[in-house]
């Protein structure tokens, strides 16, 4: 039974006192149903979910949708803040769970922001300066590193003998994660 025909099932359930279950429905599946209507209410023909508020005696009662199409509706108006901006996907989730409900809601919501170009664009953006090399490029600073060097280690550690960084920029070759530690480390000796 998919999400859709669940949620009509619990509705029916809990609106048609004569059949409250389709016909052909089996015993197991009944029992299923009655099961799962214990969370749901139905208010002028709308099926609510009831979700216990954390800390609290009483239960926010949250619309179950069932159309896909109002589903996306929702999920862009709640992933666009009133300035433009585009909200995280913590954000859309958070506004859409304070009202609304249905099974998937937050993979439908993640699924929506993979698909939105404007929130791709900056991750891409975002991700192309995760690498340190890319910064320090970004930033100007051409910082020489242990494995390029002929410097020993005692002469690394003092850091009278280190050069400054240079305002040149120079594409260096991807750093491995122990020189991103010297590199963290350089900064703190020169307090950059």
């Known amino acids: 039974m998919s999400n859709e025909e669940s949620y009509l099932a619990i509705l029916r359930y809990l609106t048609n006192e004569r059949e409250p279950y389709a016909p052909g429905t089996e015993g197991n599946a009944k029992r299923k149903i009655r099961k799962a209507a214990a969370c749901y209410v139905v208010r002028a023909g709308t099926l609510y979910y009831q979700r ?44 859409l769970s304070q009202r609304y409900w249905w099974r998937g809601i937050l993979k ?27 910064m320090l490029e970004e930033l100007g600073l051409d910082i020489r590193f242990h494995e390029d060097s002929n410097e020993t280690d005692d002469e690394l550690s003092n850091p009278a003998s280190v050069p400054a960084a240079s305002p040149k920029s120079v594409k260096k070759k991807p750093i491995a994660k122990h020189e991103l530690v010297y590199v963290s480390s350089l900064f703190s000796i020169l307090r950059i």
């Open 52 to 95: 216990r508020q954390r800390d609290q005696q009483r239960f926010a009662e949250l619309e179950v949708v069932l159309q896909a199409e109002r589903r996306a509706q929702l999920i862009r108006a709640a992933h666009l803040a009133p300035d433009g901006s585009h909200r995280t996907r913590l954000q859309t989730w958070q506004g």
């Open 108 to 134: 439908q919501v993640k699924d929506y922001i993979k698909e939105c170009s404007k929130c791709q664009e900056k991750f891409d953006r975002s991700k192309s300066l995760s690498d340190p090399s890319e």
